[in-house]
Structure formats: C-alpha cells, structure tokens
C-alpha cells in the first residue's frame, strides 16, 4: 500500500482538499465527482478493503459513520440527504487499494445503481 495514491495523501505527499480530519479519519473532495459533493471518507490504517476490517475495527467503522454524519450536517445537506457507498473489490468497481466510503450529495440519486 505503500504506493497507494490514498495513502500519499494521508500522509500529505499529494495534495487534497480536506474537509476533515482527525487522528483516525481523513475525508477529502473526490478528484473526480458524481455529484455536486463528492468526498471520500477513509481510515488512516491502511486496509484495502470492507473485506479486510476484523472485530477489532468495529470502533473505527463506527467512528467513520459518525464523521459522515458531522459532515453532512455541518456541510448543510443532511437535511436534504445523501447516499454512502463502499465499492468493494473488482465485481464491485474498487480502483484504489485502500478502504474508502464515498459520500454523495446536491442532487436527487438514482436507485438502482449501475
Ligand atoms: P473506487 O472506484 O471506489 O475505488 O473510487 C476511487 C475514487 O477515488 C474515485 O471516485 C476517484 O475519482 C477518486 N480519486 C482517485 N484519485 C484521487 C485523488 N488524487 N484525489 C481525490 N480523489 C481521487
């Protein structure tokens, strides 16, 4: 993971434009957004993917919904709503190798997804 372009940016070798962080979290506006607000939420541990968290990850997961939460309501569309997504390995369209929520807002979203 040591290559991963997500942990580079935890660790500020590239830029991002964060929204928030703290000593478990980073979240940060998507390169490439879906929707009017797009940003990705991601642990600091490095973990590839919803597959490789464990019981003892419970509190970050946890942690991670909760700063979700805080974003949405402190960026002003919790009102209005907003969907989370994990892609998760190749079937479920996961390009980077590090575990990431993307959370997506500003516009009504289809159901089903592609
Ligand atoms: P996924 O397909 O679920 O792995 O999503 C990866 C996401 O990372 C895509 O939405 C990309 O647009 C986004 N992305 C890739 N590189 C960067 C970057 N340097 N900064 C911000 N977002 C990025």
Known sequence: MENCI????IRKEIPAKIV?????????????????IHILVIPKKELVSLEDLTSEDQMLVGHIYMTIQKIARSMGFAEAGY???VNCRDDG?????????????GRGLKWPPG
């Open 6 to 9: 997500f942990t580079k940016i």
């Open 20 to 36: 928030h962080e703290d000593d478990q979290v980073l979240a940060f506006h998507d390169i490439k957004p879906q929707a009017p």
């Open 93 to 105: 369209g996961q390009e980077v190798p590090h575990l990431h929520f993307h959370l997506l807002a």
């Open 83 to 85: 969907r989370v997504v």
